[in-house]
């Protein structure tokens, strides 16, 4: 790992611990007053503040997690920078995908 | 007469094994101690470093009963309690043969490092006062007395995992001239510890601070040069 890929993983995980935080919250919240999945998705329905959110959350997540698989595939199981980068951006934008997608899910389908 | 210790020792090279002896056990006897007498009076083919005997030049470090250690300090009391011994070359380097190691990786990375002092004075100035109490000076301080065992680099995870990670006793050499006063490395060498296999490759483990036969930490030295290189790379004096 350079410097360059340390501080995107240092810089994301500073995002995604509050968001984190905030996400079980609201499972909790969303759980223990009895709402409904219609009830969810009728507040999340085009709100710009949770598909902000989430956006956050999916773009945080993905580029944090891509560069951990990058260090693990190196370390662990010796393959070159290049390889492992290619692996990881590959994993990076398939993380992107799904979390997008279930974004879309949630806010405007 | 203490008895006799059961002695596994590494013989032959990378592909060798391990060989019993009995040695006799003595009072105050070090682990030094017991590779000599099996040299002296068994088989005088066995390999091994040393030199100073007392813990100063720091080459007799190998692996015993698992862990690196510097040999001529350490009592064979504090760790045989169960009067075996299994002494090994170091890890994480090339066994040249038996317990001797081929240290040339770990003082290319020194070197990789820019472990080297770059003068700011030539003869003719005076010589600069640094005061022993100023907070650069506590940091050299606090991290200067390497004596360059190879214990922290045998005992480093991320060298195990990472052939191409400078390595605990190498960034801990850059962090003591990063913060000498007279140096002129600064950038250059933010920048050589900045690469891939750099200070920011460091898991953290600890296990060179908790080995480190001088009582240093090399931990907190990295530590300190990721928060240096990290601010550096935001303000573009270092590229990635």
Known sequence: MNVRLYVWQRATAALIAPLVLVHIAVIFYATRSGMTAADILSRTHNSIVWASYYGLFVAAASIHASIGVRNVLTEWVSLHDRRAGLFAIVFGLLLAALGVRAVYAVVLS | MLGDLSVSLWRGGEDGRYETYNVPQ????????????????????????????????????????????????????????????????????????????????????????????????????????????????????????????????????????NADYLGPAALTRAWTLDNDERDAGGTARLQAVSAAGGCHACHSHQSCQELCPQALNPTAAIAGLKRRTTAAYLKGEIKA
């Not at chain 2, 088989?43 to 040999?71: E, I, K, Q």
């Not at chain 2, 760790?79 to 075996?84: E, F, L, P, Q, Y």
């Not at chain 2, 020194?110 to 005061?131: C, L, M, N, S, Y």
């Not at chain 2, 390497?146 to 991320?158: E, F, L, R, W």
Request: aromatic residues 8%; glycine residues 6%.
């Open chain 2, 26 to 161: 003595r009072a105050s006897q070090t682990v030094l101690d017991v590779v000599t007498f099996v040299q002296r009076h068994i088989d005088p083919t066995l390999s091994y470093r040393f030199a100073c005997r007392v813990g100063v030049c720091g080459s007799c470090a190998m692996t015993v009963n698992g862990r690196p250690r510097w040999t001529c300090r350490t009592h064979v009391a504090k760790v045989a309690g169960s009067g075996r011994l299994e002494i090994g070359p170091l890890e994480n380097l090339p066994v040249i043969k038996d317990l001797t190691t081929d240290m040339q990786p770990f003082f290319e990375k020194w070197q990789q490092a820019q472990g080297v002092f770059a003068p700011t004075k030539t003869r003719h100035d005076e010589i600069e006062q640094i005061r022993p109490d100023s907070p650069a000076r506590r940091l050299v301080d606090a991290a200067i007395e390497c004596i360059n065992c190879g214990v922290c680099y045998a005992a480093c995870d991320t060298v195990r995992w």
